[in-house]
């Protein structure tokens, strides 16, 4: 099992930006697709964008495109959520996640497909 933590969770006005960190430990990192899902209070966990082993792939939820940017730097066993354009609706509990398979990407916006998760970073967004 791959150790996940996440950190750069807080309060920020509507229209700020926060980075959010997810650092691994455990398994090689490099070899497992990773992504960023979040649970809005009151709601189902829901996905929010995914990237490749390598970096060189990445896909978002709707809600984020062209706001949210994903990146992992496998020196650091780290994943990075950029988020800017913040929303009060972007408040949830925000979560990383491992592929289950290593070398496999599927794209996948799933939570089942991922194995390994962090306790989440709560991330509140004022209006």
């Known amino acids: 099992q791959v150790q996940l933590v996440e950190s750069g969770g807080g309060l920020v006005q509507a229209g700020g930006s926060l980075r959010l960190s997810c650092a691994a430990s455990g398994r090689t990192f490099s070899a497992y697709a990773m992504g960023w899902f979040r649970q809005p209070p009151g709601k189902e966990r829901e996905f929010v964008a995914g990237i490749s082993w390598s970096g060189g792939d990445t896909y978002y939820a709707d809600p984020v495109k062209d706001r949210f940017t994903i990146s992992r730097d496998n020196a650091k066993n780290t994943v990075y959520l950029q988020m800017n354009s913040l929303k009060p609706e972007d408040t949830a509990v925000y979560y990383c996640?491992?592929?289950?398979?290593?070398?496999?990407?599927?794209?996948?916006?799933?939570?089942?497909?991922?194995?390994?998760w962090g306790q989440g970073t709560q991330v509140a967004v004022s209006s």
């Open positions: 996640a491992a592929g289950r398979i290593p070398n496999y990407y599927s794209r996948s916006r799933s939570h089942r497909d991922f194995g390994s």
